[in-house]
Structure formats: structure tokens, C-alpha cells
């Protein structure tokens, strides 16, 4: 059966006939060629497909398009404005945060989420956040050092001082993994392989 529903999509909308069980990453991708959130486990477990509804970050490979009608969608293409990165990308760039980059839309998604939540957020409130999305590249690391930067650019320059100052290795332990279904980094996985 088919079903006319309406998405409004990176602030544009769209009037689309879809059958019942197509996901809302199913018509992002293909039909209106949003392919800019990935395709990953298509489970709900790695994060790779993650847009914002009504501003919250979710897993659009886990979302009815049905169930978005009438509501706001912003993808990883939406972020960019007039050309220039969002501060988020900007950061996941200059700091190496994008390696083999299948990850990172779904993470910049999921950390434009928290700061526009949570403006000035704990360590562990990022991490939680990033909790789950999974990256099989980068060890965290400059994942985490790329959104203390955002952070920091998006207060003015204040607000993760401590965070800065701090140094400390902010990568998840084996125990907040095991808590959030964190993978481990794919080093560690190879090394056990
Ligand atoms: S593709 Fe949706 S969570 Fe992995
Ligand atoms: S950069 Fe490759 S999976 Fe994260």
C-alpha cells in the first residue's frame, strides 16, 4: 500500500508517494538523493545514518518515512550554509576527525544535536552522545578533540578551557564501550583478530 506523505527536508519540502515500509533513510538516499547519510549496519547499532527529527538526533535506517510526515529533517547536507562548513565539520577536518569519513555524517549529526541541546556539555555528556556511532578509523580521539573545538569556536572561544587544559585521554574505556556498544578501535579489534 501506498502512502502520500510530506517531508521537509534540510528546510525544503517534499510531497512523496512511498510504500508503507520504506525507512526514511530508504527516500532520503533514493529518492531525493540525499546520500549523504550512510547506509551502514541498517540495525539501529553504528549510527551511520543519523538525521535530526525535530531537532533529536535519530536512526533514520530505523524510522518509518510515514512516521517523519509532517516533521523537520535536517541531513549532513544541511549543515553547510552559503558554502562554508558548519563550525562541527570545520573542526572534524582541520583536526583529522574524517579518515575512511563513512562515520562521520552520522557523528556530525549527533554532535550538532547535543550542542544545540547542551551549548556547553560534560565529557561524559559527549560521550554519551557519540555512544552510538561508531567509527572503525580514527581510535576517538580526534573526534573528541574536534568537538571540544566546536565547542569552543560556537562559545566565543569559552567553554571547554577545562576541557583543553585538561589533556586527559578521552578516548571511551573498555568499560563505557561495554556499557554503549562503543566498538573498539579498529587497531584493538585487529590486534585480537
Ligand atoms: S545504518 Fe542506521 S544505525 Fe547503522
Ligand atoms: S572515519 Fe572511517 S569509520 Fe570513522
Wanted: include cysteine.
Amino acid at each position: 500500500m501506498k502512502h502520500l506523505i510530506q517531508l521537509t527536508v534540510n528546510g525544503q519540502t517534499h510531497d512523496l508517494v512511498t510504500r508503507a515500509e520504506r525507512t526514511l533513510l530508504d527516500v532520503l538516499r533514493e529518492d531525493l538523493g540525499l546520500t549523504g547519510s550512510k547506509r551502514g549496519c541498517d540495525l539501529g547499532a553504528c549510527g551511520a545514518c543519523a538525521v535530526l527529527l525535530d531537532g533529536r538526533p535519530i536512526s533514520s535506517c530505523l524510522t518509518l518515512a510515514v512516521e517523519a510526515s509532517g516533521r523537520e529533517i535536517v541531513t549532513v547536507e544541511g549543515l553547510a550554509q552559503g558554502g562554508a562548513l558548519h563550525v562541527v565539520q570545520e573542526a572534524f577536518v582541520e583536526h583529522g576527525a574524517v579518515q575512511c569519513g563513512f562515520c562521520t555524517p552520522g557523528m556530525v549529526i549527533a554532535v550538532k544535536g547535543l550542542l544545540d541541546e547542551r551549548p556547553h556539555p560534560e565529557d561524559a555528556e559527549i560521550l554519551e552522545a557519540l555512544s552510538g556511532n561508531l567509527c572503525r578509523c580514527t581510535g576517538y580521539v580526534k573526534i573528541l578533540d574536534a568537538v571540544r573545538t566546536a565547542i569552543r569556536r560556537m562559545s566565543g572561544g569559552r567553554g571547554c578551557e577545562a576541557l583543553a587544559a585538561d589533556g586527559s585521554d578521552l578516548r571511551p574505556s573498555q568499560a563505557t564501550r561495554d556499557r554503549s556498544g562503543l566498538a573498539a578501535p579498529a587497531t584493538t579489534r585487529e590486534s585480537r583478530a
